[in-house]
């Protein structure tokens, strides 16, 4: 059960109600009420959640867990990596440019600008992303002002949102995985943010939903252990077997090579120019990324939880109970069969589709014994 407050609802005092069921998964609720205020829609949750006292016994309410303060609030936005989502909005923006002015206009700016081009680029570029940071900055803003999470018994609630205030209800009976992110721009500084897969809630189905935006890497445990302490588990992670690095390497060098060849072409086809060549010397920090992902791959399986540690851009540490895994899999390629490697796959529900924990790489024999030690507790009962 969701309550959303828009600029309007807020002036005549009160809430949107959204309910979501197991069954949902469309872009629409299950069934919604438009204009509650706030007692009804708190009797209403006590209802539906099955915690309102007897009698005439007031409940003390959701406890506090965690309040996300202004500063935090900035720091969030300024490291939350979104600068390539905010490209796109300039991108759109972009093309509202042919609508104010004419194409003899745009034409002859194209034939001035055209002899510095390169220069041209040295100064748009740096204003780009410094206009995309700030929309960055902005949309965390919109969307995390006044995060608040709080939990009452078995529900976490979350209040979050500046001109459109939603309060998110989230049973943790339903929380099949945690994902602890460490952006680039958050892992030097000791950040992380934490979400949650969740099975059958949300509008969004297949996605996860932010438990907390910001959190300094130390105090996630403690963090976890208050609001779901079935996930709060730190175990040492087992590494990677030596022979998967050059693997590692080899994906990053190839996949950047690809690119570098397509950028070196296209300039010299469309520009006359050699210029994309340089994008060649980045080579060396493609076999880099490689090595800082084979690096921070792990895995552990301890008290009944499977923790999976990879990279993609970020650093990302995803914890899920045995009981929540909807399938396991190892898988072997012809290449991987050669040094002895696997790849292993385990899923958890999350809307209607799924949310995969993966380890690539690591040793074969380690696959199919990790495999069977997550087998269903039944099966490894009867056999």
């Not at 796109?88 to 600008?113: H, I, K, N, P, Y």
Request: net charge positive; charged share 20%; glycine share 8%.
């Amino acid at each position: 059960m969701d309550t959303v407050q828009g600029v309007i609802q807020r002036a005549f005092g009160v809430f949107e109600v959204r309910i979501e069921t197991a069954g949902g998964g469309s872009s629409e609720p299950d069934a919604s009420l438009s204009a509650l205020d706030r007692a009804a829609a708190q009797s209403l949750r006590r209802e539906i959640s099955g915690s309102q006292m007897e009698g005439t016994k007031e409940t003390a309410g959701p406890a506090v867990l965690r309040k996300l303060s202004t500063r935090e609030l900035f720091v969030a936005g300024a490291t939350s990596g979104q600068i390539g989502v905010a490209f796109s909005v300039l991108a759109v923006g972009s093309q509202l440019f042919d609508d104010f002015f004419s194409d003899d206009f745009v034409r002859r700016l194209v034939e001035t600008l055209a002899p510095n081009w390169l220069m041209v680029l040295l100064i748009f570029i740096p204003v780009g992303l410094l206009l995309a940071w700030f929309l960055a900055i902005a949309g965390t803003v919109l969307a995390y002002t006044g995060f608040t999470l709080s939990r009452e018994e078995d529900f976490l609630y979350i209040k979050r949102g500046l001109l459109e205030r939603r309060e998110a209800t989230i049973p943790l009976a339903r929380i099949q995985a945690i994902r602890i992110s460490e952006g680039v721009l958050r892992q030097p500084f000791g950040l992380a943010a934490v979400r949650v897969e969740s099975a059958g809630y949300g509008e969004d189905a297949g996605v996860s939903t932010m438990l907390f935006p910001l959190l300094p890497r130390g105090e996630v445990q403690e963090f976890l252990a208050e609001a779901t302490p079935e996930f709060a588990v730190n175990p040492a992670l087992q590494k990677l077997p030596r022979r998967a690095l050059r693997r590692y390497v080899f994906r990053a060098v190839f996949g950047y090579l690809v690119l570098a060849l397509a950028a070196a072409l296209i300039s010299f086809l469309v520009f006359q120019y050699a210029v994309g060549l340089l994008a060649f010397f980045l080579l060396l920090p493609a076999a880099l990324y490689g090595w800082l992902c084979y690096r921070d791959a792990g895995w552990a399986f301890e008290e009944d939880r499977l923790i999976v540690r990879y990279r993609s851009l970020g650093r990302k540490t995803a914890v899920a109970p045995r009981r929540r895994l909807q399938s396991r899999e190892v898988r072997r390629s012809p290449f991987q069969r050669r040094v002895r490697l696997a790849t292993f796959l385990a899923e958890v529900a999350s809307g209607s589709g799924g949310y995969a924990l993966r380890v690539t790489d690591l040793d074969a024999r380690t696959a199919e014994t990790l495999a069977g030690d997550l087998a269903p507790a039944a099966r490894l009962e009867g056999a």
